[in-house]
């Protein structure tokens, strides 16, 4: 059975953490299953938790509209989550249960294989720093940056509902995305890691 298919099938009986007594559908990753890009968000909303389709709703919209502008299609890219069960209205998810589901953000990297990856928000970025042993801090700082380590270059960004709540970080994430644009077109086109640690600040880890 296809690898993403049969952790899917993990995901959806999965009860680690007390996430699973809030849940209507725990929220499996979608997308191409050997994109370059991964985008990693928190954990499902009100309409993932219906749909069971991650990014979907107002938050789903903006990423849409910012992956457009990066020329990255929803299609051309993965999206997942930090945890895969909604946390009760108005939480974020809780250390122990990002741990908990943490295992199988690092399963789809190992499948997927990209080459670029853009945590979206404090909780994506926890989780992407248990996998790779390493503390990132928070958003409101670790956004400035990107990082290389372990052949991967980790680009966090804003959660788009945080821009929805503080419309001031809009012209941030719009210049992120443009920014991703230039970054991918460099890498497709071979520049060297000194020519992209140069023009980016790379951070090599
Ligand atoms: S949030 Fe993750 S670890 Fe917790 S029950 Fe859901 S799938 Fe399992």
Redesign the pocket.
């Known amino acids: 059975m296809d690898g993403l298919i049969s952790l899917c099938n993990e995901?959806k009986g999965?009860?680690?953490?007390d996430?699973?007594l809030s849940?209507k559908t725990?929220v499996c990753g979608i997308g191409d299953r050997t994109a370059e890009v991964m985008i990693v968000g928190e954990a499902p909303g009100s309409n993932e938790d219906q749909t069971g389709v991650p990014f979907v709703g107002r938050s789903g919209k903006l990423l849409d509209k910012m992956l457009i502008e990066a020329n990255l299609p929803r299609s051309r890219v993965y999206i997942t989550n930090a945890?895969?069960?909604r946390p009760k209205i108005g939480r974020t998810p809780k250390i122990t249960?990002i741990r908990?589901?943490t295992p199988?953000l690092s399963k789809e990297i190992e499948t997927v294989g990209p080459v670029l990856i853009i945590p979206m928000g404090n909780s994506a970025l926890k989780s992407i720093g248990i996998i790779l042993k390493m503390n990132f801090g928070r958003i409101s700082e670790a956004w400035k940056s990107i990082y290389h380590v372990n052949g991967m270059f980790i680009l966090p960004q804003f959660h788009p509902a945080a821009i929805l709540r503080n419309p001031k970080l809009f012209h941030i994430m719009k210049d992120r995305f443009e920014l991703i644009r230039s970054f991918r077109d460099d890498i497709k086109n071979g520049k060297s890691m000194d020519y992209l640690g140069e023009k980016y600040g790379i951070i090599k880890i």
Not at 14 to 17: A, D, G, Y
């Open positions: 995901i999965c009860k680690k953490c996430l699973h849940r725990a945890v895969r069960c249960e908990k589901c199988f």
